[in-house]
């Protein structure tokens, strides 16, 4: 048998034993996710993409970047998401003279006991919003990375775990730029995915002068899932089936970042993970047990065009990183069952 046919036969064996435990497997994640979706949705008007995205980054175990100007809700999304949610939150407000002892804790010495006892600080939460961050200096974001990869944070000599679930929301105005910190390429390489709100139509504009006219719709929104639920649930996405083909396409996908003659650094191998990640988690979002390469395509320029730094000349003639990733699916074979 040729290796084109034993693909061929893994890949109809795979999505046929995955349909049948479709149901009964994700059905939880599904559940949570309408659930999740509904809530958020009492809040946000037109976002429901947006929010998907969100979650589907919670359940993959992943950080988010909301990157847009003022007033488009990115602070209001994360507070809805947090309290959907049900797990403990902390907000970061970024300024210039924040300290990374005011984000990950501090060591102080206890006059009654005579040791050092460890303070925790913001960022021992499950939901942590840092807003604003491209305000805070670089010593302070640098304070993020070891959270962001490794789920804990050193003080002084002490390692401390953060709490499961964690999860990064992180704002920030690609507009004004005065007093502001960019954040550097290893920092962006650690969110999973960077969304951006996009302004509402004026029939989604009307709606939310009318949703906000009397009151915050915001304390109208219960819990869907405590931490303990969330755990469970992003145990059943890891186990959604990838067809080799579709980790092939995966593969081929990111690879071709690294290709294109105008891009100077392409998308790591951990693009690679968070793709087939958040690939896993909207396919259980959305009740399948498999993942399909639509579910590869949905996900993908928020995955990766982040990641990419595109040369000078490029962006002088208007090409972007989300333009090269949408050519790049353009241009790579998907695969098909056949």
Same mark, same amino acid.
């Given at each position: ?128 919003? %840092? #807003?604003?961050?491209?305000? /805070?200096? +670089? *010593?302070?974001?640098?304070? $993020?990375?070891? @959270?962001? =990869? ?110 294109? %003659? #105008?891009?100077?650094?392409? /998308?790591? +191998? *951990?693009?690679?993970?968070? $793709?087939?990640? @958040?690939? =896993? ?58």
């Amino acid at each position: 048998m040729s290796t084109r046919a034993r693909e061929d036969e893994t890949w109809d064996e795979a999505v046929a034993g995955a349909r049948r435990l479709d149901e009964t497997t994700m059905e939880p994640v599904a559940r949570a996710a309408g659930a999740f979706l509904t809530g958020v949705d009492r809040v946000m008007v037109g976002k429901t993409d947006v929010a998907e995205l969100v979650l589907v980054a919670l359940l993959s175990e992943g950080h988010v970047l909301l990157e847009d100007v003022p007033g488009m809700g990115k602070t209001m999304l994360a507070k809805a998401a947090s309290v959907s949610l049900g797990c403990k939150f902390q907000r970061i407000q970024c300024t210039p003279d924040l300290l990374p002892s005011d984000v990950t804790g501090v060591q102080f010495y206890d006059q009654h006991t005579g040791i050092f006892t460890f303070r925790p600080g913001p960022l021992m939460s499950n939901v942590v919003l %840092v #807003d604003e961050i491209n305000r /805070a200096t +670089p *010593r302070t974001q640098s304070a $993020l990375l070891e @959270a962001m =990869q490794e789920r804990q944070v050193t003080v002084d000599v002490e390692t401390v775990p953060l709490p499961r679930p964690f999860m990064l929301l992180a704002t920030q105005n690609p507009v004004e730029l005065e007093g502001t910190f960019p954040l550097p390429e290893a920092q962006l390489d650690r969110f999973l995915l960077r969304l951006r709100m996009g302004y509402p139509t004026s029939e989604q504009e009307g709606e939310i002068l009318s949703r906000f006219q009397e009151e915050d719709p915001l304390s109208g929104v219960s819990p869907v899932a405590d931490a303990g639920e969330l755990i469970v649930l992003q145990d059943l996405c890891r186990r959604v089936y990838v067809a080799p083909p579709v980790r092939d396409y995966i593969v081929a996908l990111v690879r071709g970042t690294r290709d294109d %003659v #105008d891009v100077k650094l392409g /998308a790591s +191998p *951990r693009a690679s993970l968070g $793709l087939q990640r @958040a690939a =896993q988690a909207l396919a259980a979002v959305r009740g399948r047990a498999y993942v399909l390469p639509d579910d590869v395509k949905y996900v993908a320029v928020a995955v990766l065009a982040h990641r990419l730094i595109v040369k000078t000349e490029a962006r002088l003639r208007g090409r972007t990183a989300e333009a090269m990733v949408q050519e790049l699916l353009g241009s790579v074979p998907v695969p098909v069952e056949e």
